[in-house]
């Protein structure tokens, strides 16, 4: 099915929650209503009196309001809500205090649709509305209950604020206040007055055509919600307002051949958009991205961290080999997440973004099967992954990286020692990994290639920040390997002392020169200084055999420091490695491929848990202390 045809069978399965808070605290709303901040809360009783009034509180500020078609878009003109509004709609006397232009139009829109609402037989918490503001006392009544302020007796202050909206744009809420009622009164929240209002609203539309959603023949919505990301998003999934342009022009004859929807379809559609959205949709760097199961289940968080799936709080430890933490992810999946691992429960992945204000495009939407959503997590899970230290201060573990992190590592640049992207290009990144992730395609070669070239200027980060960069790119790397399914048995997260690649080779003798030097410091210098081998590291991707020579040069001062014993196990590891060159490759002039992070990685880890072995941490230390 489409995404609007998913999105209302979703509404539709989850009915119980219209109206009400759900175990998130949020509303899946009733069909013609909308939500609105309110900053001013009037009382009246059942016979149309005013009781009293007060200024909303923010936190208390949401409201859930009756709307037109018109009005729920909000097009430009007056276009008055049903029941709530702006003090200007709402307020007969607005003209007598506030000057602006058509003030009185504002008010006689508003209370000539509320009438007819009223006329046709209204819910009575309405008809007390409706009598009291047809008494046109309302500016009158709030600046003697001290909620307005006047800058000038009869003339509201343009200076005063609440909830930093002026006064003068303030928007109005009424509640009942009787001893008649039962409970709190508070309309906005009375699942009869959304009954009523849908009740009547309904006889009002007249226009009926086939609806692209349902198939069925009903009532069509010529005008489709706003209001879908947040309550200020004014951008809508479905729009034309250019019929005499070039919206037609050479395709259809007029808009319901283009497309026509369902009003009631498109209501629940767009409603639970909204509702799944406020719930569990990631919303980050300008990014909308939702994942949602029509029957409510939970889900894995997509862009979320994989640790607290597969790690006790206590138990983060570092695996053995790679396919321990294989398993882990496996048990996770399909044990936290075993209801979903059928090939009948559908899984819905969809990304929004605006391109201008007014237009929300869907840049991607896939429905797969849940065995298939759990399989290719899981395929991005172990084959996106590397042992890594900088998420947890208990050590190192192998795990996946957050794709937002992934995003620094390739494109961060280091400010007052925190990695920063733009936001505009952290959401085009972001959204290039989604498939990665969700259709087990491979990574794009710019992001890797450009994680390698920050992974390969250790001099430009902090020794935090390069290490982190130094783990992701790896990881993107072993990822890289993975989806080219080698038929050579090899585990790139393991030193492989047999491997004859030159680049691993290169980057392994970078390794060994960048340790032997670093052994050599005093505890001041750690973590101060730079070795011969970092400083030369980029360098040595275009120009390995000449770089390497000047780095061998260098490193003669150093071997004289060191510990004998440490020493003659270094001279063992280079010469084991020049041994492993096939002919004519340590002098070739080709750049180091991707690989030569790997050897230097693994090589690296290696060494320091050598040293750690030894009991050597004096002179080997930690490298990340």
């Given amino acids: 099915m489409g995404l609007m045809q998913e999105l209302h069978q979703t509404y539709k399965q989850s009915a119980v929650f219209i109206g009400r808070e759900d175990n998130y605290g949020k509303i899946l709303l009733p069909i013609a209503h909308s939500t609105q901040n309110a900053q001013i809360e009037v009382a009246v009783n059942l016979d149309g009196k005013f009781k009293s009034a007060r200024r909303v509180e923010k936190a208390q500020a949401v409201t859930i309001i009756p709307v037109t078609e018109d009005s729920g878009s909000k097009a430009n003109g007056i276009t008055p809500h049903p029941l709530f509004d702006k003090l200007c709609y709402v307020a007969g006397d607005y003209v007598d205090y ?14 000539s649709q509320l009438k007819n609402w009223y006329e046709a037989g209204c819910h009575r918490y309405v008809a007390a509305v409706y009598r009291y503001l047809e008494k046109k006392t309302l500016v009158r009544d709030l600046i003697a209950a001290g909620v307005l302020v006047e800058a000038e007796p009869g003339r509201l202050s343009e200076q005063e604020k609440i909830q930093t909206i002026a006064q003068t744009d303030a928007f109005v809420r009424f509640y009942i206040m009787d001893e008649r009622v039962d409970g709190l009164g508070e309309i906005w929240k009375e699942k009869e007055v959304y009954d009523d209002y849908i009740k009547y609203y309904l006889t009002r539309l007249q226009d009926r055509d086939l609806d692209f959603i349902t198939g069925d023949y009903t009532i069509c919505s010529k005008k489709q919600p706003s209001k879908i990301r947040n309550s200020g998003d004014k951008a809508k999934l479905i729009s034309a307002n250019d019929s005499s342009g070039f919206t037609y022009r050479g395709r259809f004859a007029d808009r319901k051949a283009a497309l026509s929807i369902g009003y009631i379809a498109s209501q629940e559609a767009h409603n639970a958009l909204k509702w799944l959205i406020e719930r569990q949709g990631y919303r980050k760097y300008g990014m909308c991205v939702l994942v949602w199961n029509p029957e409510d289940k939970a889900l894995p968080d997509i862009y979320g961290d994989v640790d607290e799936d597969i790690y006790d709080e206590d138990e983060y430890l570092q695996p053995e080999l790679a396919a321990e933490y294989a398993k882990r992810i496996n048990k996770a999946l399909k044990g936290r997440y075993a209801q979903i691992n059928t090939e009948n429960t559908a899984i819905n992945i969809v990304s929004l973004d605006a391109a201008t204000p007014g237009r929300l495009s869907v840049t991607y939407f896939q429905e797969i099967y849940g065995s298939d959503f759990l399989n290719r997590l899981s395929q991005w899970y172990t084959s996106c992954v590397w042992p890594i230290s900088y998420k947890k201060e208990k050590g190192v573990a192998v795990t996946s990286p957050k794709p937002e ?31 990665c992730i969700i259709e087990a395609k491979p990574l794009p070669k710019d992001i890797v290639a450009a994680a390698m070239r920050n992974a390969s200027r250790p001099q430009a980060f902090s020794k935090y920040n390069y290490r982190k960069i130094l783990e992701i790119t790896c990881a993107l790397i072993h990822k890289t390997v993975m989806d080219r399914k080698r038929r050579e048995e090899w585990n790139p997260m393991s030193l492989d002392r047999n491997r004859l690649k030159r680049d691993y080779l290169y980057g392994r003798l970078l390794a060994v020169a960048h340790k032997a030097e670093y052994d050599t410091f005093s505890e001041n210098e750690r973590g101060k200084r730079e070795t011969n081998a970092e400083r030369f590291m980029n360098r040595m991707v275009r120009q390995p055999a000449a770089t390497w020579m000047e780095i ?18 270094y001279e063992k590891e280079m010469q084991a490695i020049y041994d ?46």
């Fill in 580 to 625: 492993l060159f096939l002919p004519g490759e340590f002098g070739g002039k080709g750049r180091l491929g991707e690989e030569y992070l790997l050897g230097y990685a693994c090589e690296l880890s290696d060494l320091w848990g050598n040293n750690k072995t030894d009991n050597d941490t004096k002179d080997g230390g930690n490298e990340n202390e």
């Fill in 405 to 435: 992190d992934i995003v620094l590592a390739a494109y961060g640049a280091e400010r007052n020692n925190w990695l920063n992207v733009e936001d505009k290009l952290m959401k085009q990144m972001m959204e290039r990994l989604l498939p």
């Fill in 552 to 569: 061998n040069e260098r490193l003669r001062p150093y071997w004289k420091k060191l510990r004998p014993d440490r020493r003659v196990v």
């Fill in 98 to 111: 506030v000057s602006k232009k058509k003030a009185d139009e504002y008010f006689s829109a508003y209370i």
